[in-house]
């Protein structure tokens, strides 16, 4: 009788041929594989139960310390890629647990308060990127230093999702995800944030309707649904025509989606206006930093490898959600009183 995993893996034979197979992936470490679920289903289920996980619910995806209930954290912001990318996926006949263990994954090694936060420990720790810390996250900090032991096509898409300022598509394919499913994941993102975080400026008072380019209303859509309802369509629309060759996106589409990123970082991110909690936030940071590595044996765990210090403080304070720093800074820099 064929157990549930073999019929699992026949079922991945219907997808596309270009999909990613389950049964064909490799792990860093061997392991006997799970009767129930397959490669890529275990790989997003670790990666769900992961401390990590759990912390993106408190970690600031663009406001910090919002004081709303609406606005996204890392949290929902995964959920949301997550949805999208599935649904990419779906269209494409390409393998759905495999984009959503990326999607969950991608973003495990975000700082505290949001892009000010990476910006800073980037300062602390020449060319730290969160893409470079959520595999760390996974290949090692994870289980005590075990790591959660990620099939390859997962560790993959998660390395090489995110973009920056650089080009969405770049045109040197190698830069891109080896598998498609790595690539939906990698657009998906973009298409999540550019609209939620347009989304949430406008909830904030940094933005209204009539500041958003008449450009992305006209090309995209008026509404926050109707944007990602047109990209997504136009995704799915283009790579199917150009065979499955890679993840691809109409040239127009393509260009006004790169403008509305620009708008958001010259309107959003990093504005002027908020020159004084970046400020704030930099001492948060620092202070923390070098009051942890006066006395690390007293704030950070030991783990297996051969790490420096400051490489330890960077994983304990990249770990940490918005409220943790903000309360062990106040106790680190607070006097205590005896009342």
Do not use: W
């Not at 760390?136 to 920056?164: M, P, Q, W």
């Not at 598998?179 to 975080?197: F, K, P, W």
Request: proline content about 4%.
């Amino acid at each position: 009788m064929m157990d549930i995993v073999e019929q699992l893996e026949a079922n991945e034979e219907r997808l596309h041929p270009k999909a990613a197979r389950s049964a064909l992936s490799k792990r860093m470490r061997e392991e006997k594989k799970s009767p129930v679920r397959t490669e890529f289903q275990r790989d997003r289920d670790r990666i769900l139960h992961c401390k990590s996980f759990r912390r993106l619910k408190h970690k600031t995806q663009v406001f910090i310390s919002p004081e709303g209930d609406h606005f996204r954290t890392r949290l929902t912001h995964t959920l949301e890629v997550s949805q999208i990318a599935r649904t990419i996926a779906k269209a494409l006949n390409l393998n759905e647990d495999l984009t959503e263990a990326i999607a969950m994954g991608h973003d495990l090694g975000h700082t505290p308060f949001g892009h000010t936060g990476e910006k800073i420990l980037s300062e602390l720790h020449n060319g730290f990127k969160h893409y470079q810390q959520s595999l760390r996250v996974v290949d090692k900090l994870e289980y005590d230093g075990k790591g959660l032991n990620l099939t390859f096509e997962v560790r993959n898409g998660i390395a090489t999702h995110s973009k920056g300022q650089d080009p969405i598509i770049p045109g040197d394919r190698s830069k891109l995800p080896q598998t498609l499913e790595g690539q939906i994941v990698r657009i998906s993102d973009i298409i999540a944030y550019a609209n939620h975080d347009l989304d949430d400026a406008g909830r904030a008072g940094l933005i209204t309707d009539d500041d958003i380019p008449e450009s992305t209303k006209k090309c995209l859509g008026k509404t926050f649904a109707k944007r990602i309802d047109t990209i997504v369509l136009d995704v799915i629309h283009e790579t199917l025509e150009k065979g499955l060759e890679y993840i691809s996106i109409s040239d127009n589409i393509y260009k006004e989606l790169s403008n509305l990123r620009d708008f958001l970082f010259e309107r959003v991110y990093f504005v002027k206006e908020s020159e004084e909690e970046i400020e704030k936030i930099r001492r948060i940071i620092t202070t923390i930093y070098h009051r942890v590595k006066k006395a690390p044996e007293s704030f950070i765990n030991p783990y297996p490898g051969e790490d420096t210090v400051e490489r330890r403080i960077i994983d304990f304070i990249a770990g940490m959600t918005d409220r943790y720093a903000l309360n062990l800074f106040r106790e680190i820099s607070f006097p205590n009183y005896i009342g």
